[in-house]
């Protein structure tokens, strides 16, 4: 099945910088991921997705990029705001059922 | 849109109860996740509903674990003879039935076992 890793744990960065957290994934057949951001005592808020037939999205502060053949992606958060510290996840799906598999999460602390 | 709602928020229990959480899907969406998170990981899923057929079950899904969703709209996840490692957030999603629609959660009920 497949194994979506996820890195790093935790970041701490600087009101204003920028933000990347990366995944990669096991399953060549996955062809959707999408990431999600969750706040304490909420659930997963969907934030951005990208296919596998892109290979860069972008919306406003926030880009993922795709690489298909090395099987990873990465979240982009740019000028980073205090009201970004939550925990990151990103997953992929592989079959047309829609089961996802996420990573184990980042946590994010923007520090004013 | 009210988005995908779950009841109750919180559950605490003793060991050995059965406990029944409901999840309330966004409206015309056909599909229907149910996701188990500990603390310090990321979702897992449990099992899969399109409309009232339950298409796809985890292997984390014992026999102590029903769900159900009888007429195509809300569905509920049954946990019996509740053990200390059921503590858990359980998480509900709905999507719509064409490929690659995203999937939107719910805040979640809180399992905790006493």
């Known amino acids: 099945g497949e194994n979506v890793e996820q890195h790093p744990s935790t970041l701490s960065v600087q009101e204003g910088d920028s933000a990347v957290i990366k995944c990669t994934y096991s399953?060549?057949?996955?062809?959707?991921f999408p990431w999600y951001k969750q706040e304490l005592g909420k659930g997963p808020q969907l934030i951005i997705d990208?296919?596998?037939?892109?290979g860069e999205k972008k919306d406003q502060r926030i880009a993922v990029t795709l690489n298909k053949t090395a099987k990873h992606f990465s979240l982009h958060i740019t000028e980073t705001q205090p009201e970004d510290s939550a925990v990151y996840f990103c997953?992929?799906?592989?079959?047309?059922?829609?089961?996802?598999?996420f990573g184990a999460g980042t946590q994010v602390v923007v520090t004013p | 849109d009210t988005g995908v709602s779950q009841n109750p928020r919180h559950k605490i229990t003793k060991r050995g109860q059965n406990v029944t959480f409901r999840c309330d899907p966004i409206?015309?969406?056909?599909?229907l996740y149910w996701y188990r998170q500990t603390l310090g990981q990321g979702p897992e899923f449990l099992t899969y509903?399109?409309?009232?057929?339950?298409?796809?079950k985890s292997r984390l899904l014992s026999d102590r674990f029903s769900a159900e969703r009888p007429k195509g709209s809300f569905s509920t996840l049954e946990i019996q003879r509740t053990e200390q490692g059921d503590s858990a957030m359980y998480l509900c999603?709905?999507?719509?039935?064409?490929?690659?629609?995203?999937?939107?959660f719910g805040d979640g009920t809180r399992l905790s076992i006493l």
């Open positions: 399953d060549s057949a996955s062809n959707y």
């Open positions: 999603a709905s999507s719509p039935t064409a490929s690659n629609q995203p999937q939107h």
């Open positions: 997953a992929a799906r592989g079959d047309s059922w829609g089961k996802l598999q």
């Open positions: 990208i296919r596998s037939n892109v």
């Open positions: 409206s015309e969406h056909n599909r």
């Open positions: 509903f399109q409309n009232e057929a339950q298409l796809e």
